[in-house]
């Protein structure tokens, strides 16, 4: 019998084998001064392109305000217990109802947070009989959800209704067996690649199967509609998705998230999602600073209006100069380039330390070995100037990346580590 730590000692991981060389740097950077288009990163000024501030709410002065004096009026721990219990309160209403018919639905249940919350509400909507089958690509929470599931799960191709409809017909001869049902799972909008869920072409297949659909809004939700409800404004098909998901942290410069669907099902969620159930209640900063938050998402259209104009000039600006961003839909923006770990790491360093230019690296295990994305967040505090020096400063690393520069200056790197 070995010891439980002898592994996690011998194998760190795919990206844990990295913390001696990028940890502090690459990974756990530490961002400081106020959150907005340009920060401090080890004591240099640098554009940033990795904060999900999409509105530029973060720094606002009426936002800052009530945030302010929630915090002096309740303290940071108000109110206290899981809300079943004592953590409970009128103001958590006032918001569940306002984001319900923000979204277009009857009912909605605030989160404490996004990450377990949607685990937690995958947990509650199915049963051992049931069938979940979702999006390749989800994100991890989602993933980590499904997880919880004793029953059956299949995965679809990402993107792919053809792939999507062989595995309902598999989960539909299942459920037909268990006596059970089928959840479907997809996003808004997919965090790394930038693409739109396919809703519309989901949804459409609801009048050949029977089965459930879940959304997963955290990107999509306060950028993408004419509202700003999200993916499923965006495509039409808000009310056919049933049950809606979406967090704080991007669009609302928050904590927090919520669901929203039919009375039935967010009383039922209310009474069964044991995160909620067995957790704080979100403090009255986060929920009064969500009530103005989401006022501001309503009254103040300029703010997403000035996010497009920046993400329209960024994407264009990238393509013209041909760069591939995939296909991205949305305001998610990525840059693919083709390269090792190793210069990927070297070619970060040269954009932040020679071009003042910060943006978060993605690489294997995320996305295929060879491959190096770059993943940047447009926001309504980004300005043209911003754009401008970061489109050439990516022109510059383009070509030292193909020209060797990055193989030469990472190579003992790569032979410390094997590569």
């Known amino acids: 019998m070995r010891d439980l730590f002898d ?6 991981g795919p990206l844990g084998k990295w913390a001696a060389q990028a940890e502090g740097y690459f990974v756990f950077p530490k961002l400081e001064g106020p959150i907005s288009n340009r920060m401090k990163f080890q004591g240099r000024e640098v554009v940033t392109w990795s904060i999900n501030d999409y509105l530029g709410m973060a ?35 006032i918001l569940e109802e306002q984001l319900a018919d923000f979204v277009g639905k009857q009912s909605a249940y605030l989160l404490n947070f996004g990450y377990q919350g949607i685990m937690s509400a995958i947990d509650a909507l199915v049963s051992k009989d049931d069938i979940i089958v979702y999006d390749v690509d989800s994100h991890a929470c989602i993933i980590d959800g499904v997880r919880l599931h004793v029953g059956k799960r299949f995965t679809f191709k990402h993107n792919d209704i053809e792939s999507l409809e062989k595995n309902l017909e598999r989960a539909t001869r299942m459920a037909e067996q268990t006596g ?3 959840l479907v799972i997809s996003e808004g909008v997919f965090g790394m690649r930038g693409e739109q869920g396919k809703l519309k072409e989901i949804v459409a297949l609801k009048g050949k199967y029977n089965f459930r659909l879940l959304v997963d809004d955290a990107h999509g939700f306060g950028t993408l509609g004419a509202t700003g409800a999200g993916a499923g404004e965006e495509q039409g098909v808000q009310d056919d998705i049933d049950v809606y998901f979406a967090t704080f942290a991007k669009s609302m410069a928050g904590i927090g998230a919520f669901l929203a ?3 039935e099902i967010i009383d039922y969620l209310k009474y069964n999602m044991r995160s909620q159930m067995f957790a704080k209640s979100l403090p009255m900063i986060y929920v009064k600073g969500a ?17 497009w104009e920046n993400v329209n000039m960024l994407q264009n600006g990238l393509k013209d100069r041909g760069f591939d961003i995939g296909t991205t839909s949305s305001c998610v923006t990525p840059v693919y380039l083709n390269g090792s770990i190793p210069e990927a790491m070297a070619l970060v360093k040269d954009l932040r330390e020679n071009h003042g230019i910060f943006c978060s690296i993605v690489v294997y295990p995320v996305i295929p070995k060879g491959l190096i994305l770059l993943r940047m967040i447009p926001t309504a505090t980004h300005t043209a100037a911003d754009i401008e020096e970061t489109l050439d400063a990516f022109s510059t690393i383009r070509e030292r ?19």
């Open 401 to 419: 990346l193909h020209n060797g520069t990055y193989k030469r200056l990472s190579a003992a790197v790569a032979a410390a580590m094997g590569e």
């Open 59 to 93: 720094n606002l002065p009426e936002i800052k305000k009530v945030d302010g004096d929630a915090a002096l009026e309740h303290g940071a721990a108000y109110p206290m217990g899981a809300r079943m219990m004592s953590g409970h309160t009128a103001f958590h209403e």
């Open 261 to 263: 669907a039919d009375k």
């Open 180 to 182: 059970g049902g089928i």
């Open 291 to 307: 009530l103005k938050r989401l006022e501001m998402l309503k009254t103040r259209p300029e703010l997403k209006n000035k996010l």
């Open 7 to 12: 592994r996690i000692v011998e194998n760190k």
